[in-house]
């Protein structure tokens, strides 16, 4: 059974740092594209970062260019998402999706085309 789960999520001040990761199992992470998606309260949900399945190439969302970072460790099954200069505005469930076989990743995080499967979100909190 495929499954992404993922944890790191938290409450921290503006200007701290935190990094999500997504675990994940039952399927062969090589093959498959991630992607970090968040959802803050009352808007719709929005790419943050996705990364391809083949040559690692990477897209962040404007919001968050700089900032953020994508990595992938395909032997420990686990994408990971460091987030630097937190902001309030940062705020919301964070959710991974994986995808066969991508190598479009700004369709990926800005389209969802090709995400198939969805972890069940980690709630990141910027506050003082």
């Known amino acids: 059974q495929l499954q992404l789960v993922e944890s790191g999520g938290g409450l921290v001040q503006p200007g701290g740092s935190l990094r999500l990761s997504c675990a994940v199992s039952?399927?062969?992470?090589?093959?498959?594209?991630i992607g970090w998606f968040r959802q803050a309260p009352g808007k719709e949900r929005e790419g943050v970062s996705c990364?391809?399945?083949?040559?690692?190439?990477?897209y962040y969302g404007d919001s968050v260019k700089g900032r953020f970072t994508v990595s992938r460790d395909n032997d420990k099954k686990t994408v990971y998402l460091q987030m630097n200069s937190l902001k309030p505005e940062d705020t919301g469930v964070y959710y991974c999706?994986?995808?066969?076989?991508?190598?479009?990743?700004?369709?990926?995080?800005?389209?969802?085309?090709?995400?198939?499967?969805w972890g069940q979100g980690t709630q990141v909190t910027v506050s003082a």
């Open positions: 999706a994986a995808g066969r076989r991508i190598t479009n990743v700004p369709a990926m995080c800005v389209l969802r085309i090709g995400v198939n499967y």
């Open positions: 039952g399927f062969n992470l090589d093959i498959y594209g």
């Open positions: 990364i391809s399945s083949s040559d690692g190439s990477t």
